[in-house]
DNA sequence: CTGAGTGTACTAAGCGTAATAGTACACTTG
DNA sequence: CAAGTGTACTATTACGCTTAGTACACTCAG
C-alpha cells in the first residue's frame, strides 16, 4: 500500500503521511475503513512502530483519520475538506512560483507563456 | 543586505544562499564585485564564520560566485546561465504541482482553470 | 471473565545534520 | 613584515529522526 524510498531525504513518517493522505483524499481507501494497526504497518514498513505512531498522529492531526481506543485508525468520512485545503495550497505554491520568477527577471508575457505551456486540450 | 528569518525551518546557510543567488541572478550584485569576507558577513549575520563559510562554498559549487585565495569572493560575471536554470527549476516545480492537482482529482479543466488564474492583462 | 490485539504515552539511546568555537596555514596587499 | 583573506581541519553542543523497550487503558472474540 505504501512505498518508501531510502533515497528520499524526507523523514519516513513524512512520506507515510504524505502518501496514507493521498490514498485518503483519492478515495483510494474507502470512508470509515480500517487502516492496519501500528504494529502491523510498522512490520510491513519495517518501521518502528513509534515511527508509524508519529505517522498516524499527524494524519489525526489533519483530519484524514481518527482513532478509536481499542478498535484501530479509521479513514476520515469527510476528505473532501482536505481535498480543497490541498488544492488551495497547489495554487498558493504555484503563486510564489510566479512571483519568484518574476524576481529573476521574466516579464508578464514570459509568465504568461510559462503558464500556457502546461495548458492541455480537452479529450473529446 | 540579507535578511535571516530565525522561524524559517531551513538553515542559515541555506537562507544565506538562497538570498545571495538571488541577488546576484538579479543583478542587484554587480559581476565582479566583490562580497563581504567571510568574517566580516558572519559579523554582520551573528552568524559563526564556518556557517558564512558553508554558504561560500555552496554558491562556489552552484557558480554563482568565484573565490580567489587572499582577496576574497566575487559574483560571477556569467548569472544569466544560473538565471535559466533557476527559471527550468520553476517550470518543473509547477509541472509538478499540476500533476498533483490531477493526482487529487482535478480536471484537465479546472487545472487549466487553475493556471488561468495567475495570467496577468499586460499593462499599455 | 480472559487473553489477544489495539491506541497511546512515556523513557532511553544512537545517529546525522546544523551550528558554534577554536586553531592553523597559504595567500595577497599595503 | 603585518593585517586581512580564503580554506581546512577538529571538537563540541543542540536538535530532530529513528529505534528500542515498557507500560496502561481499551475493545472484542473465545
Redesign the pocket.
Known sequence: MIHLNLHDP??????VVDQMEMLAVRGVLEADSR??????M?MEL??????V??A??EL?NRGVIY???????FVSSDCSRIRQQKLDEIRSAIARLIHQAHELGATTQQCNELLQSFMEVEQS
Open positions: 524526507r523523514p519516513m513518517y513524512e512520506q487502516l492496519p494497526s501500528v504494529r502491523q510498522a519495517s518501521l518502528n512502530p513509534n515511527t505512531q508519529k498516524y498522529s489525526l482513532s478509536v481506543r481499542g478498535k484501530g485508525n
